[in-house]
């Protein structure tokens, strides 16, 4: 049995905005981390964000899923916890709604889950941050 993280967002800014943000490698540096990002299916990449205690800031990915401007998925392993992202975008009346999914927890992972959480709580708010600018 495994688990999901969900985080949903609304953001006020055409659909087209933010899936450049979350597409384009330049951009998801300044939100999520550094990282060698190519939007193309079974591109394998790295991102390397701020180290924090328990977690050396190293992410391994591959590409799963690029949908053009509504769904792009990866890998994400991490200390040998291997889990899968999806970011869905839906165009709202007042912009764009963001859901962000990180799922393959298992149940002997309830720290990672929970860092999860932490961490895409911030790098939504530094995305909100970058859509703005």
Do not use: C, K
Not at 29 to 55: K, S
Not at 65 to 74: F, K, M, R, W
């Amino acid at each position: 049995m495994t688990s999901t993280m969900t985080l949903t967002r609304d953001y006020p800014f055409p659909q087209d905005r933010v899936w450049r943000a979350i597409s384009t490698g330049a951009l998801i540096a300044e939100w999520l981390a550094p990282n060698d990002f190519q939007p193309t299916l079974g591109h394998r990449f790295t991102m390397r964000a701020q180290p924090m205690p328990n977690w050396d800031g190293v992410i391994e990915a591959e590409v799963l899923a690029v949908e053009p401007p509504i769904h792009l998925a990866y890998t994400w392993v991490t200390l040998g916890v291997v889990t899968e992202v999806s970011l869905r975008l839906e165009a709202t009346a007042s912009g764009t709604r963001l859901t962000v999914e990180q799922a393959g927890f298992r149940e002997d992972q309830p720290r990672n889950f929970t860092g999860a959480r932490f961490g895409w709580t911030r790098f939504l708010d530094r995305l909100a941050t970058l859509l703005e600018a």
